[in-house]
């Protein structure tokens, strides 16, 4: 019976996928070029919608194992897309983080080496796939190559450690060197952020007076959240007896929930969005699902406070100097941004939290923005 792929609508995992009432699943996976597809029919167990799901992702991975499983022998002649097959199936864990590596590995590595079998992929291979992603990207973004932070990530944490399992299986004796160097000096700085800081806060406020939707949007990257952690942010994390919300777990860098001071300027805004206070805080006005770009509305900020180098990562920039320059402690700043950077916040970790740093922080931006604006 052939399957309607339609009615499956819910993201649950890489290759799985739930229908509107989580009670059906549709998984599709494909191991040493055989595809496997089929639906997991819990309609007629009495289960709550969360053992429905955690029942379908255990019987997926399952699934997906034994074909693995099966097939599980390599040789010196299998590719290196058959490998990483493998290696992401059986090796690397479930996070969202080893998910981030095999779709970094299938944007550059598939179609570039990925075909090459195992035994030929030699140094000047990897110096090749290196000048292409330094030379061209994948997107609009990086039409003119990838960072070298990106080059290194896929390089060093994605494609060396599939090539040294190779090594560890005993398949073959040895692989080529792969290391990269990032360029000193990498630090985008800001000059007069202060007043930057202040500028974008006036402009928001004017530009979005009567979109309380975009305002709100703005305000979160103002006060130092990242994109993807504003585009996932649900109702659901907003905590009104506290004043806090929270950037869950899969939703932030360290994999660990944070829970930050929600600003009043940003309450009353998200408030005044004429929706019904339920999911995404900030859906797409079109699909009603996740907005995966404010593009339009960013280039009319950028025009309106003439700042034409404004991104919405550019936002914590203009925050990390503007803090600087008020001479906020490096533990406070680190801790409100979402960072863990050992070195310099781990001791204020163990004594404090994201909630306390970020108050500071809210309350640092307030006067600065206070003072700047007569």
Same mark, same amino acid.
């Given at each position: 019976?052939?399957?309607?792929?339609?009615?499956?609508?819910?993201?649950?995992?890489?290759?799985?996928?739930?229908?509107?009432?989580?009670?059906?699943?549709?998984?599709?996976?494909?191991?040493?070029?055989?595809?496997?597809?089929?639906?997991?029919?819990?309609?007629?167990?009495?289960?709550?919608?969360?053992?429905?799901?955690?029942?379908?992702k255990v019987t997926f991975h399952e699934l997906k194992n034994k074909t693995v499983n099966s097939s599980i022998n390599f040789n010196?002649?299998?590719?290196?897309?058959?490998?990483?097959?493998?290696?992401?199936?059986?090796?690397?864990?479930?996070?969202?983080?080893?998910?981030?590596?095999?779709?970094?590995?299938?944007?550059?590595?598939?179609?570039?080496?990925?075909?090459?079998?195992?035994?030929?992929?030699?140094?000047?291979?990897?110096?090749?796939?290196?000048?292409?992603?330094?030379?061209?990207?994948?997107?609009?973004?990086?039409?003119?190559?990838?960072?070298?932070?990106?080059?290194?990530?896929?390089?060093?944490?994605?494609?060396?450690?599939?090539?040294?399992? /190779?090594? =560890?299986? #005993?398949?073959? %004796?040895?692989?080529? +060197?792969?290391?990269?160097?990032?360029?000193? !000096?990498? &630090?985008?700085?800001?000059?007069?952020?202060?007043?930057?800081?202040?500028?974008?806060?006036?402009?928001?406020?004017?530009?979005?007076?009567?979109?309380?939707?975009?305002?709100?949007?703005?305000?979160?990257?103002?006060?130092?959240?990242?994109?993807?952690?504003?585009? /996932?942010? =649900?109702? #659901?994390?907003? %905590?009104?007896?506290? +004043?806090?919300?929270?950037?869950?777990?899969? !939703?932030? &860098?360290?994999?660990?929930?944070?829970?930050?001071?929600?600003?009043?300027?940003?309450?009353?805004?998200?408030?005044?969005?004429?929706?019904?206070?339920?999911?995404?805080?900030?859906?797409?006005?079109?699909?009603?699902?996740?907005?995966?770009?404010?593009?339009?509305?960013?280039?009319?900020? #950028?025009?309106?406070?003439?700042?034409?180098?404004?991104?919405?990562?550019?936002?914590?920039?203009?925050?990390?100097?503007?803090?600087?320059?008020?001479?906020?402690?490096?533990?406070?700043l680190s801790a409100s941004l979402g960072h863990t950077n050992l070195d310099t916040v781990n001791q204020f970790y163990l004594s404090?939290?994201?909630?306390?740093?970020?108050?500071?922080?809210?309350?640092?931006i307030d006067k600065l923005v206070s003072n700047r604006i007569q």
């Amino acid at each position: 019976m052939a399957i309607n792929t339609k009615e499956f609508i819910n993201d649950i995992d890489v290759g799985l996928k739930a229908n509107k009432e989580y009670n059906r699943f549709y998984y599709r996976y494909k191991i040493d070029n055989r595809t496997k597809r089929g639906v997991l029919d819990y309609s007629a167990k009495q289960w709550d919608k969360r053992t429905r799901v955690s029942k379908a992702k255990v019987t997926f991975h399952e699934l997906k194992n034994k074909t693995v499983n099966s097939s599980i022998n390599f040789n010196e002649n299998s590719t290196l897309n058959q490998v990483s097959e493998i290696y992401f199936s059986i090796v690397r864990d479930q996070s969202k983080w080893s998910k981030e590596l095999q779709s970094a590995y299938n944007v550059h590595c598939k179609d570039t080496i990925g075909n090459k079998r195992i035994k030929d992929i030699r140094k000047v291979h990897i110096d090749d796939l290196k000048k292409r992603m330094e030379t061209k990207g994948h997107s609009k973004q990086t039409k003119n190559g990838c960072a070298p932070r990106t080059v290194k990530k896929i390089l060093v944490q994605v494609l060396k450690p599939i090539l040294e399992y /190779t090594v =560890e299986n #005993k398949v073959l %004796d040895d692989i080529p +060197n792969i290391t990269v160097k990032l360029p000193k !000096n990498r &630090k985008k700085l800001v000059s007069n952020a202060s007043q930057k800081l202040a500028q974008l806060y006036k402009g928001i406020m004017q530009l979005f007076k009567d979109d309380p939707f975009y305002r709100g949007l703005f305000l979160f990257a103002l006060y130092g959240r990242r994109w993807n952690e504003i585009a /996932t942010l =649900e109702w #659901k994390d907003i %905590d009104l007896l506290n +004043n806090t919300y929270t950037v869950r777990a899969e !939703n932030n &860098k360290i994999e660990q929930d944070q829970t930050y001071d929600l600003p009043p300027i940003i309450l009353q805004s998200i408030y005044e969005i004429k929706e019904d206070k339920r999911g995404l805080v900030f859906k797409s006005p079109v699909t009603k699902g996740k907005l995966y770009s404010p593009k339009n509305k960013l280039r009319h900020l #950028k025009e309106f406070v003439k700042m034409p180098e404004l991104t919405m990562h550019y936002f914590r920039h203009i925050l990390v100097s503007a803090m600087g320059e008020m001479g906020t402690a490096g533990t406070i700043l680190s801790a409100s941004l979402g960072h863990t950077n050992l070195d310099t916040v781990n001791q204020f970790y163990l004594s404090a939290n994201h909630t306390k740093a970020s108050q500071e922080t809210n309350l640092t931006i307030d006067k600065l923005v206070s003072n700047r604006i007569q």
